[in-house]
């Protein structure tokens, strides 16, 4: 059901940028895509959305290509507390606009 | 700004019992969505309910599970004569309102063990 496709697993070096893809093809042109985080055993916490523009936040930074198929979400100082499963997610009006999870990429972040 | 609440946070029951979570949207939210997580699997939409109405309950069990959200109080997700394949974590949400643009809000979540 979900419209998103993501590595299953990744791993980055603590302090460094982590960068997520994304990919997203068969977006419509008014659906967000959106990410979440979840720790292990802790609820989803959101991180950040956009629709076409780039977005920041003090957690991390949101790229969307310009033809929107696919989207990078970066931590950019990753820290051990960021070892999680992040989820891209696109919203889509057929689904009612609830968030449909995927699996996911499991992050590990390693010192 | 309270986040969303989720009570109890844990809760233990046995075979053939009730089990009742309550949800506490986040101030100014209308809107509350039940999520399901079994052991080691992925989230799964339950229920989609605003204020006195069940809008999509496409996730629900047919049976046992019942969910609702009155004018005034918590939103209640229900599950009759629970079985050990219920056991699992319960996730609430909350958000403003359905459009695209509108944030979804997790609660920290209720785990179920029946036993």
């Known amino acids: 059901d979900a419209k998103t496709t993501q590595p299953p697993s990744m791993d980055c070096a603590e302090g460094r940028a982590a960068n997520l893809p994304c990919n997203h093809s068969?977006?419509?042109?008014?659906?967000?895509v959106y990410w979440y985080r979840q720790i292990h055993s802790q609820g989803p916490q959101y991180i950040i959305h956009?629709?076409?523009n780039n977005e920041t936040n003090e957690m991390a930074s949101l790229i969307i290509t310009e033809d929107r198929k696919s989207s990078t979400l970066i931590l950019p100082h990753a820290t051990l507390r960021d070892t999680a499963v992040y989820y891209c997610?696109?919203?889509?009006?057929?689904?009612?606009?609830?968030?449909?999870f995927g699996a996911g990429t499991i992050l590990r972040v390693k010192s | 700004n309270a986040g969303v609440m989720q009570n109890p946070r844990h809760l233990v029951r046995r075979r053939g019992q009730e089990a009742r979570l309550r949800c506490s949207p986040m101030?100014?939210?209308?809107?509350v969505y039940w999520y399901r997580q079994l052991p080691e699997e992925g989230l799964k939409f339950m229920v989609y309910?605003?204020?006195?109405?069940?809008?999509?309950e496409s996730g629900m069990p047919k049976e046992r599970f019942s969910a609702e959200f009155p004018k005034e109080g918590p939103s209640i997700l229900r599950i009759q004569q629970v079985v050990r394949g219920d056991s699992a974590a319960y996730f609430c949400?909350?958000?403003?309102?359905?459009?695209?643009?509108?944030?979804?809000?997790f609660g920290e979540g209720s785990w179920l063990t029946v036993v």
């Open positions: 949400a909350s958000s403003e309102g359905i459009f695209s643009g509108n944030t979804i809000y």
């Open positions: 068969t977006i419509s042109g008014n659906e967000y």
């Open positions: 956009g629709l076409k």
């Open positions: 997610i696109v919203r889509v009006a057929e689904y009612g606009n609830k968030l449909v």
């Open positions: 101030k100014g939210h209308s809107h």
């Open positions: 309910l605003q204020k006195e109405n069940i809008i999509d």
